[in-house]
């Protein structure tokens, strides 16, 4: 039997030992009640809060229209409720679900149309965060059941590309949920026919951002026709260069072929110490970024 690499195993107890003083207690692990009153919790709400202000600011909703969600942990997410204004939320306000849609702290109902963020989250993972509104310029395609054309702004190219249109379905209901499965993976930006628009992101934020370059564009997009004369699109060859940056910025494009499908994956030369690597990696992560960050460059 060949004796084993006295570093390899010095590096191994090292790396161990730096898992277990940096555990942390899994998502799974954490009540409902400690994860709702967490730091990361309240944030979160200060955060649902402002994009609703923002999104009734813009008159992107009406009434009680338009919701909000973001992933909290593995097991749980934050929602707006229902039968409120987005400008007139509160903390209290918001609604902590489990992935089933069963309400497990907040003083008032969820929204009706969870059912909508949790099929994103079910089968999505880059989705932390989900956005619902009613837009007017882009819900105005959504009425005709069409997209606007791509090829005319670079900002819409990298952060949209080509938007999705989802078929009718009665709001709140699963059906209706599941309209959105076909195009949840190549589609950040997915219209809802004769209803508005959903858009998920990493951020309640970033995903506000999407509807805000979504309804500019298809409102520049109607100004330019009423001018008369032909549009320009993007040459080809640029197109290109921006689907490249997409590509690094880990942006989804449906005329991009997905990332595992054009690189291979990288086999390590010690696959049970690139685990352990991984692991305080990801521990690093939970605690902090900058660590994260600099435990990867020495690597």
């Known amino acids: ?9 010095q590096v191994r107890e090292v790396v161990q030992a730096v898992v277990e003083a940096l555990r942390v207690p899994r ?19 200060a955060e649902i809060i402002n994009v609703g202000r923002k999104l009734w600011d813009r008159g992107y909703v009406d009434g009680n229209g338009g919701n909000i969600s973001v992933r909290l942990g593995a097991n ?15 903390p209290a306000d918001i609604c902590l679900s489990d992935l089933a849609g069963n309400i ?57 590309g080509p938007a999705a249109v989802a078929q ?6 699963q059906a209706f949920a599941e309209t ?19 858009c998920w992101s990493d951020t309640a934020t970033h995903a506000e951002w999407l509807t805000e370059i979504l309804d500019n564009y298809c409102k520049t997009y109607l100004i330019a026709q009423q001018i008369g004369k032909p549009l320009m699109f993007i040459p080809e060859e640029k197109i290109t260069e921006i689907l490249a940056l997409k590509r690094r910025l880990g942006f989804p494009d449906a005329r991009m072929a997905p990332l595992e499908d054009t690189i291979p994956p990288v086999q390590p030369e010690n696959p049970e ?7 305080v990696v990801a521990r690093m992560d939970e605690r902090g970024p900058c660590c994260s ?5 020495d690597i």
């Open 1 to 9: 039997m060949q004796n084993a690499d006295p570093i390899s195993e």
């Open 27 to 45: 998502p799974e692990e954490i009540p409902a009640p400690v994860a709702a009153n967490s730091f990361e919790a309240h944030a979160l709400r």
């Open 76 to 90: 749980y997410v934050l929602c707006t409720p229902t039968m409120m204004s987005k400008r007139d939320m509160q």
């Open 104 to 160: 497990l702290a907040g003083d008032r109902g969820r929204t009706s149309e969870l059912l909508l963020h949790l099929e994103i989250y079910r089968v999505n993972a880059r989705a932390r965060a989900v956005v619902h509104c009613h837009p007017p310029y882009a819900t105005a395609f959504a009425l005709t059941g069409t997209t606007p054309p791509v090829g005319l702004i670079p900002e819409y190219e990298i952060f949209i």
């Open 168 to 173: 009718y379905e009665t709001p709140g209901t």
């Open 180 to 198: 959105v499965l076909p195009f949840v993976q190549d589609h950040n930006t997915i219209l809802l026919a004769n209803h508005g628009v959903v």
């Open 273 to 279: 110490l690139e685990k352990l690597v991984r692991d």
């Open 293 to 297: 960050a600099r435990l990867k460059l």
